[in-house]
Structure formats: C-alpha cells, structure tokens
C-alpha cells in the first residue's frame, strides 16, 4: 500500500514594495511634529482625568482617627492609717488620807488622788476607775473616770466606808481603757481602823477640782 505523502510547504513571502522611495522634507518634518502633538494634547482633555478606584471601607481609616492607649480609671484612694492612741496614768499624790490614816470603824472615807494623764488618748465617758482584787472597804466596783486631755491633770475620787472591825485595810485601783484593758499606776487607800486611837487624826478637806 503506497503512503500517504504530505504535501510540499510552501514558505511564506513578505511582500517587497518596489515602487518609488517616498521622502518627506526636512522643512516640512517640524510642522508635523506640531500638528500631532496638538492633536495629542487634545485627545487627552477630552478623555478627562482618570477616574479614582474605590477602596475597600473595610480597610479604610479615619483621618481623624488617632490610635490612642487605653488607659484604666483611678481607683479610691486608699485612706493613710493613722496610729492608735496610748493610754497611761501617772500618780502625783495623795489629796486625802494619806497611807496609814487611823479612822474609827465605819468611818466615811472620801478618797482622793491627783493624777496626770501621761499616755496620747483623752479620757472620755467611757473610761472608768476600777477596783482591783478584794477589799473589806465598802466601796463600788467601778465608776467613772475623771475626763482628761493628754498632758492634763485630774482628780480621782472614791467615796469609802472604813470597815467596821479594828484593823489595817486597802483598797486597790487602776484605771480601765474602753476595751477593757487596765492602764497606768495602780492608787490605793491604806487605813488603820481604830475604835480609840491614842492620836485622833483629823479627816483633811481636799478643795473641790
């Protein structure tokens, strides 16, 4: 069986102009040159400026946005703590009966000692005088404390009653803070109950503070 042959390739041709050589003045050449550029410059007014590409809004930032820190709120002020105040009592001296007073059995006792407030805290209502241990002088358990301001004197009195069996008796007391706690000097009344005291004593008079 013969094959098949392709058929022969036949290259193309540019085709050649052989007519007569065209040539363009030199004079001639510049006013062209100016004529297409005017036209150019037309073209382009006419075509007006481009027209702007819109952006993503997603992506877009305010002018007028400023990036700014977050800053967190003041918080309360803390108060400055402040030290309490120290309590304590000074005994100066004995305004009345003085230790070892000989008194007849069942003698009034008006006990009093002058005392100076040593201590910061002023002593307001709820401070009081305090009997201290047991005592077979007839007094009360407690009552209040003379008021005082820091660096103040003041006058502590108790009314007593002298027991009536012969003998030397005390009584003790301290003064007692509004929490309870017992501060400064401990002051007391020291007597010598005696039905005939060889040396009758007289009761001093303390002037009224």
Known sequence: MASKRHPPMIAARTPVYNGPEMRVPAGRIQPIVAVLSVLLAACSAKAGPAPAVPSDPATQVPSDS????????????????????????????????????????????????????????????????????????????ELALYPAVPGAQAVWQVAMVAPEDKGEYISRWRAQAPDGTLFGDEVYVLVIVDPAPLTPTAIPTAPRP
């Open 66 to 141: 400023v990036a700014t820190t977050p800053t967190q709120p003041p918080g309360p002020s803390v108060p400055t703590p402040t030290e309490p105040c120290t309590n304590d009592a000074q005994f100066v001296e004995d305004l009345t009966f003085p230790d070892g007073t000989e008194v007849l059995p069942g003698a009034a006792l008006d006990k009093r000692w002058l005392i100076l407030n040593r201590g910061s805290c002023a002593w307001g209502p709820e401070y009081r005088l305090t009997q201290i241990g047991e005592s077979r002088i007839g007094a009360p358990r």
